[in-house]
């Protein structure tokens, strides 16, 4: 079992919807990551939080705003996303963003369809 | 800026035999290295890291790598292969000094032949 829970598993959205995708880990960790994965390809990073404070953006497009209301909770809002937009998006958490000898721990990822 | 080479795409193994993934890192210092495998429609789960010290790495479900500094490499092992390993393998480094997530390779897909 994951200690890393993603939800929802599946979600199929139209271009002018608005979701929301979430995260939970109760592992006391406090640096928390979103990855998006296309089909047959490694994660891609697309965001890190440490200590509810956003760190890094990777240059996501604004249709995709995080937001980490707590330490144990990382949300993904989604906003007019585009058909490529759709993929595997993966959380993660650590210990700490600068411990990078502990391992990010995965979710099983919430698989988003854009119609 | 760290990267990692995994030099094959699939790979073809019969169960029961043994099995070598390739991986090759770029990174100016010893890096954290880190093999997960991927089983299809889940998330990533670790196999196991290295870091420093004992250059051969013990994992879970068998698996083990050797950190070879002079090849830059970090190559995952297993001496007997099960129809369950049948998955996406990635390594994956990450910097001292933290602050970014992880680099991956691109993946080995790893196929078992009954």
């Known amino acids: 079992d994951t200690e890393v829970t993603q939800t929802p598993k599946h979600l199929v959205m139209g271009m002018t919807n608005k979701k929301s995708l979430k995260c939970e880990q109760h592992m006391g960790h406090r640096a928390m990551y979103w990855y998006k994965q296309k089909a047959k390809k490694p994660p891609e990073l697309m965001f890190v939080y440490s200590y509810e404070k956003l760190s890094i953006n990777e240059s996501v497009p604004s249709r995709f705003s995080p937001e980490c209301p707590n330490s144990s909770l990382l949300n993904l809002h989604l906003h007019a996303l585009q058909p490529e937009d759709s993929a595997l998006y993966l959380c993660a958490s650590s210990q700490e963003v600068s411990r990078g000898d502990q391992p990010q721990h995965f979710g099983d990822g919430t698989r988003l369809s854009i119609l | 800026a760290q990267s990692v080479t995994q030099p094959d795409i699939h790979i073809t193994v019969s169960e029961g035999a043994s099995l070598e993934l390739r991986c090759n890192y770029s990174?100016?210092?010893?890096?954290?290295l880190f093999w997960y495998v991927q089983s299809p429609g889940q998330g990533l789960q670790l196999l196991l890291k290295y870091f420093s010290g004992d250059t051969l790495v013990q994992g879970i479900k068998g698996f083990e790598a050797e950190f070879k500094r002079s090849q830059s490499s970090f190559n995952l092992r297993k001496p007997s292969v099960h129809w369950s390993d049948a998955a996406e393998y990635f390594c994956?480094?990450?910097?001292?000094?933290?602050?970014?997530?992880?680099?991956f390779g691109k993946g080995t897909h790893l196929i078992i032949q009954p």
């Open positions: 994956a480094v990450g910097a001292r000094g933290g602050a970014d997530g992880l680099t």
């Open positions: 990174y100016g210092a010893t890096p954290y």
